[in-house]
């Protein structure tokens, strides 16, 4: 079973209508994200709520997609989005599930890519500049519910480990620029990674931190 995650992301956009995934399996409580299967929890960098969730099986992958939408919200508006993403291996008899890294949209406003070591389990990770945009497929549930996607550019880091061979997870988390309290600029070229600076550069650097926080917080527990 290779490139499960690949998969699950190219299936993401048409399948977020499905099943209902078990909120049981994936929580937050104030700050905290606790994952039963697989075990392990993580401090958010403000409290969110769940939207939506939905579950999808890969028979022919020999797996199980979950995903799960969390919001902060201000009058129905997004300000920050969690998604996380979970494929479990459902055939034991199959082989080990593998991820490649998360990739970027583009090198240009692409801020960091690297890997670090949680136990003997690897996470990769990179933090970037995207556009949100409110019409994308797999956003249509959360303004199903009543709220407003703005289409805004948003800093976001990505994280991605495999657990084991039995799941692969990927977290990615979204914060629009203009809640930062700062005035920044709405043109890409302000945000390339060769030229960033004043307030656009305080912006990067206060997100980076919540996500590097938020990586050191990451706890794994063993099967």
């Known amino acids: 079973m290779k490139k499960i995650v690949i998969s699950l992301i190219s299936l993401f956009w048409a399948l ?9 399996d994936l929580e937050i409580k ?8 697989p075990p392990f929890t993580l401090s958010l960098p403000t409290e969110l709520r769940l939207i939506h969730s939905f579950s999808h099986d890969n028979p022919k992958e020999n797996s199980l997609t979950r995903a799960y ?12 989005m969690l998604i996380v993403q979970i494929a479990d291996r459902t055939n034991p008899e199959a082989g080990p599930i593998t991820a490649s890294p998360p990739k970027p949209y583009t090198e240009k406003r692409t801020y960091l890519r ?15 500049l995207m556009a949100w945009n409110p019409d994308a497929p797999s ?4 303004r199903k ?13 990505q994280s991605l480990f495999v657990y084991y ?11 629009d620029v203009n809640t930062f309290g700062l005035k920044v600029s709405e043109k890409g070229e302000d945000w390339e990674k060769r030229s960033i600076s004043g307030n656009e550069k305080k912006v990067h650097d206060l997100f980076q931190k919540s996500v590097m926080e938020m990586l050191d917080s990451i706890q794994i527990k063993n099967p």
């Open 165 to 175: 061979g039995e799941h692969a997870v990927l977290l990615r988390y979204s914060k």
């Open 145 to 157: 519910r009543g709220m407003i996607i703005p289409h805004h550019w948003a800093m976001q880091g």
């Open 16 to 24: 977020c209508s499905l099943t209902h995934a078990d909120s049981k």
């Open 139 to 142: 956003l249509q549930p959360i």
């Open 30 to 37: 104030g700050r905290q994200l606790i994952s039963q299967k």
């Open 114 to 128: 690297e890997k670090r070591k949680k136990r003997e389990l690897e996470i990769d990770y990179l933090i970037q």
């Open 69 to 80: 939408f969390f919001i902060k919200e201000k009058n129905k508006q997004v300000e920050e």
